[in-house]
């Protein structure tokens, strides 16, 4: 990679930080992904050669840590790696201020449905298993349908059927989901204007909106008059 050639902290951050795809892999660490399929399917439009690669460069660099777990290898962010963390929340706030517009070639059913897992609030779920299947109404056969097997100790994403019975079924556009999920609409008005079904138990219905803890910026205000 090349160099801005300046004595600048900021010219020299961004030599290491500019590249693509960089600054999302540590934002995947700071989400806690661990291991190199995990990091893919929070970066699902990358290529595992170019994670690969980038994660090689992000070692050498001292901002990740590599960690030989016996017959995995645990990835994890050094402390100078830790000092992004703030940074990364930074534009993230930044982001949802000021970036209102999202084209369809921003909405992703993989990286949603991921995120989405990793924020169930544990001790809310029912005892037992329970598995909510996501059905994207506009998204092609192959993407359409998502399963999350939920339990209190765990949830799993699958994108085949795992074979159980399904307790709730949410059916919605693919662009409903993320507003949700991004905060820009609330799950009751969604269900009030028709654009979010429900189907099976009433009382999961009334729950599973407290089970799913939103996109941390998600209470950001966004600008009255947002860019572009």
Same mark, same amino acid.
Request: proline residues 4%; hydrophobic residues 45%; positive net charge.
């Given at each position: 990679m090349g160099t801005y050639k300046q004595f600048c902290p900021v010219a020299k951050a961004m030599e290491l930080l500019d590249e693509r795809w960089t600054l999302l892999i540590?934002?995947? !660490?700071?989400?806690?992904?661990?291991?190199?399929?995990?990091?893919?399917?929070?970066?699902?439009?990358?290529?595992?050669?170019?994670?690969?690669?980038?994660?090689?460069? !992000?070692?050498r660099a001292g901002i990740v840590e590599r960690h030989d777990d016996g017959n995995r290898v645990r990835y994890a962010l050094s402390p100078a790696g830790r000092e992004?963390?703030?940074?990364?929340e930074t534009l993230g706030t930044w982001g949802?201020?000021?970036? #209102? @517009?999202?084209?369809? @070639?921003?909405l992703d059913p993989q990286l949603l449905v991921w995120d989405m897992h990793r924020n169930i609030d544990l001790a809310a779920v029912p005892?037992?298993?329970?598995?909510?299947?996501?059905?994207?109404?506009?998204?092609?056969?192959?993407?359409?349908?998502?399963? !999350?097997v939920i339990t209190p100790e765990s949830v799993d994403v699958c994108d085949s059927d795992p074979g159980h019975p399904i307790d709730l079924g949410v059916h919605c556009g693919l662009r409903t989901?993320?507003?949700?999920?991004?905060?820009?609409?609330?799950?009751?008005?969604?269900?009030? @204007? @028709? !654009?979010?079904?429900?189907? #099976?138990?009433?009382?999961?219905a009334r729950a599973f909106p407290r089970w799913l803890r939103l996109s941390m910026f998600a209470s950001v205000p966004r600008a009255s008059a947002p860019l572009g």
């Open positions: 540590i934002r995947e !660490l700071i989400a806690g992904s661990t291991h190199f399929n995990e990091l893919r399917r929070g970066v699902p439009r990358m290529s595992p050669a170019l994670l690969s690669k980038r994660l090689q460069r !992000l070692v992004l963390e703030p940074v990364v949802i201020r000021w970036i #209102g @517009e999202l084209g369809d @070639e921003d005892r037992g298993r329970t598995v909510v299947r996501l059905s994207f109404t506009d998204v092609a056969h192959g993407s359409r349908s998502w399963w !999350l989901l993320v507003r949700i999920w991004r905060g820009d609409i609330d799950w009751s008005t969604a269900l009030c @204007e @028709e !654009l979010l079904e429900v189907v #099976g138990s009433p009382h999961l």
